[in-house]
C-alpha cells in the first residue's frame, strides 16, 4: 500500500499570496497518478488536478501541479477568498488500495 | 446535469446492517466505474470499495473487507454499498465518486454524501 504524507498540516496565509502544498509518496506513484481534491466545509471533496499537473475541468489556472515519482506539490497562487479549505493528494490508477494523504488545511492568516 | 445523489445513511446499532444507496444521473452510469469513499467527523477521506463499470470486478479497503459488499444495477443507474457487523469506527459519512477515464481514473464526480453512525 502507498502511503501519502502531506505537509504542512496547517498552512495560514493572507489572501493574494502564494500557496505550496506537499505530497511525498512512500513509494513511486504509478504513471503519476497522483490528484489533488479541494473540500469546503460541509462540501464533497472536488477535483482539482489529476496525473500530477492536469487541471480539471473548470478549475481556474491559479492552481497548478507539478512532481513525479514520490514528490508532489500543488501551488496556488494569488489566493482569493474560496480557496482557504482542506486539501488532499491521492494516488489512484494502479492496484487498490487508492490512498488519500492526511489533508493540508489552508487558512486565513 | 451530471450528478450522484447518496441515501440510506442513519442512526445504526453495532453488529447491524445498513444498505447505502448512490443514484446517477446526467451521463451513461453503465460505462464508468465507482467507488466509495468515507470520512470519519473531523478526519480525512478513506477510500472504501471500487466496483468495475460492468460490476464484473470488485476490490475493498482491508478495514471492511469481509464486511460490506459493493453492488451495482446498471438498469436502475444505481450502486449499493451493503454495510454488514458495523462498528463505532464505521461512523463516517459515505461518498460515492465516478471515476474519470479521461484522467486515469481520478474521482471527477462525487455525491453529496450519507451520513452514517455507529451508536448504541
Known amino acids: 500500500e502507498i502511503v501519502l504524507t502531506q505537509s504542512p498540516g496547517t498552512l495560514s496565509l493572507s489572501p493574494g499570496e502564494r500557496a505550496t502544498l506537499s505530497c511525498r509518496a512512500s513509494?513511486?506513484?504509478?504513471?503519476?497518478?497522483l490528484a489533488w481534491y479541494q473540500q469546503r466545509p460541509g462540501q464533497a471533496p472536488r477535483l482539482l488536478i489529476y496525473a500530477a499537473s492536469s487541471r480539471a475541468t473548470g478549475i481556474p489556472d491559479r492552481f497548478s501541479g507539478s512532481g513525479s515519482g514520490t514528490d508532489f506539490t500543488l501551488t496556488i497562487t494569488r489566493l482569493e477568498p474560496e480557496d482557504f479549505a482542506v486539501y488532499y493528494c491521492?494516488?489512484?490508477?494502479?492496484?487498490?488500495?487508492?490512498?488519500f494523504g492526511q489533508g493540508t488545511k489552508l487558512e486565513i492568516k | 446535469q451530471v450528478q450522484l445523489v447518496e441515501s440510506g445513511g442513519g442512526v445504526v446499532q453495532p453488529g447491524r446492517s445498513l444498505r447505502l444507496s448512490c443514484a446517477a444521473s446526467g451521463f451513461t452510469f453503465s460505462s464508468y466505474g465507482i467507488h466509495w469513499v468515507r470520512q470519519a467527523p473531523g478526519k480525512g477521506l478513506e477510500w472504501v470499495a471500487l466496483i468495475w463499470y460492468d460490476g464484473s470486478d470488485k476490490y475493498y479497503a482491508d478495514s471492511v473487507k469481509g464486511r460490506f459488499t459493493i453492488s451495482r444495477d446498471n438498469s436502475k443507474n444505481t450502486l449499493y454499498l451493503q454495510t454488514n457487523s458495523l462498528r463505532a469506527d464505521d461512523t463516517a459519512v459515505y461518498y460515492c465518486?465516478?471515476?474519470?477515464?479521461?484522467?486515469?481514473?481520478?474521482?471527477?464526480?462525487w455525491g453529496q454524501g450519507t451520513m452514517v453512525t455507529v451508536s448504541s
Open positions: 465518486a465516478r471515476e474519470a477515464p479521461t484522467t486515469g481514473g481520478a474521482f471527477d464526480i
Open positions: 513509494q513511486s506513484v504509478t504513471s503519476s497518478y
Open positions: 491521492q494516488q489512484y490508477g494502479s492496484s487498490p488500495p487508492f490512498t
